[in-house]
């Protein structure tokens, strides 16, 4: 009331119709623009494809379900407390929960892919993938191969196996493979070895505990590692999106604090991130 007030007073004082309607004209043009025009807040779209994002639990926005007949948003645990950590690194994030694990954490490929297909579809910038497969699939790393084609980055665990090599998708080299350390920088005494890009934080990790999870006292392994690293990496993915994974990688190394004497190794990849802008 206050605004039209103001406007008829502006049209009083012009004592000209011509004026009057040409200032209606702006106000109204002007207020189009405001309300229907889309506004780019550059929000990065992380699709993370894991148990389900329980948003009675975790402050995030969720904008789709893959699989939207499920009853329960998170049946494990799993998944909400990864979505939760991504966003206490980036907050500027619209999460496309691709909740494809059971109540056991348990999926079959076939669903796998269907999920990655429906990545490729809902255009995201980038997937969280806080688990793996112990053997290779040439469904799936085919599939991986089309996901990275489209220029979507894929950060995954490199797994809890007590040393020995890392799962797949993380063990791809178009894949970004993540290991745990702790605060001290220590390796996590779980965590595989081979082919690894970085370490984050993995041990001791504060995030959500619900269902299956709330058991747990501790929560450690490369699966938080993989969504702390995915929370930084997402900050400095440029807001048109247009670095390819070499150049990703590349930006990546210059973020790094080298834990050893070698570029990379087996261990350490090539450091621990820097959760620094």
Known sequence: MEKNNYVSRIYYKGGNMKIKFIFLFLFIII????????????????????????????DVSVIKRFDNKKTV???????????????????????????????????????????????IDNKVNLINMSFGLSENNVKLQKKIDEVVSHN???IAA?????????????????VISISAVDSKNK???????????????GVDVETVKIKKLA???VLSGTSFATANATGYISKLIPDDFS??????????????????????DSTYGYGLLLNKN
């Open 215 to 217: 058991e747990v006292k």
């Open 243 to 264: 670095l390819s994974f070499k150049d990703i990688l590349h930006r990546l190394k210059q973020k790094t604090q080298t834990l050893n004497n070698d570029e990379r």
């Open 187 to 201: 390796i996590y005494k779980f965590a595989a070895k081979g082919k690894i890009d970085f370490v984050s934080l």
């Open 158 to 174: 490199a797994g809890n196996k007590f040393g020995l090599k890392s799962d797949y998708p993380a063990r791809y080299n178009n």
């Open 73 to 119: 948003m998170d049946s494990f645990g799993h998944g909400s407390a990864i979505a939760e950590i991504i966003n206490k690194n980036n907050e500027n994030i619209d999460f496309y929960d691709g909740n494809i694990l059971d109540e056991n954490g348990n999926t079959s490929v076939e669903t796998l892919i269907k999920a990655l297909d429906w990545c």
């Open 31 to 58: 207020t189009i623009v405001f309300i229907y025009i889309p506004k780019n807040d550059h929000n990065i779209k992380i699709a993370v494809i894991d148990s389900g994002i329980d948003v009675n639990h975790v």
């Open 152 to 154: 979507i980055l894929i």
